[in-house]
């Protein structure tokens, strides 16, 4: 009894609590990408709609804002890629899914802030980018299986291509940009279908070779 009664005792984050620190991330993800990570944070505070105090309760310096932001972006796009392959079974369809919410969530512009910021081993983010590597290459296995994928391409095509796509980088008109990603992302999805119509140039690109890079 006395075990349950501490139990009880232990705090939960209030609702509203947990609604400001959503509303805290969502305001510097778009700040981050509009202004760069320099942004100061007072602005992203008053873009939240709270007050600095707040901000600085859920997050202690710029770093573990940033990094915050980082792994909500990757964890939002792997589940987007989750419940399209959960959905329709199709592995193509949830490769589809993933890239084109990873250019809404504008990750191409956030992830660079990673390496320019801080310790890009913190496990928090280790752990959003391993979550997210192992899905897309257990997707993109599922669609070379299933006959969907050329075999010629690697997670790191994949990666370097849909950044690249989905630039401009934080601070250069990503707006105006919007208009031509999804156009030129599926431009590029459709020229991984199987089968392929050229061979390509050099090896599949793994994830551990750009990190080594």
């Known amino acids: 009894m006395q075990t349950a009664a501490h139990e009880r005792k232990v705090p939960r984050p209030r609702a509203d609590a947990l609604r400001n620190r959503e509303r805290i991330v969502t305001a510097a993800r778009e700040m981050f990408v509009e202004h760069g990570p320099d942004v100061p944070l007072d602005e992203i505070a008053r873009r939240a709609g ?82 997210v590597e192992q899905l897309i290459e257990e997707i993109m296995g599922r669609a070379k299986a299933a006959g969907q994928l050329r075999t010629d391409v690697g997670v790191g095509d994949l990666m370097v291509a849909a950044a690249q796509l989905s630039r401009p980088p934080a601070g250069t008109g990503c ?30 690109v793994t994830m551990k070779e750009l990190r080594r890079s």
């Open 50 to 131: 709270v007050g600095n105090a707040t901000l600085y309760r859920n997050f202690s310096d710029r770093d573990a804002l940033v990094r915050e932001v980082v792994c909500s972006v990757m964890d939002r796009t792997a589940e987007a890629a989750e419940q399209a392959l959960a959905e329709t079974g199709d592995a193509f369809a949830a490769l589809e899914r993933f890239v084109h919410a990873a250019a809404d969530e504008r990750i191409s512009a956030l992830c660079p802030m990673v390496s320019s910021t801080f310790d890009q081993h913190h496990p928090d983010l280790e752990a959003s980018r391993e979550r």
């Open 175 to 204: 707006l105006f940009g919007d208009r031509f990603v999804h156009r030129h992302l599926q431009l590029f999805l459709d020229g991984l279908r199987a089968p392929a119509r050229s061979a390509l140039p050099g090896t599949a």
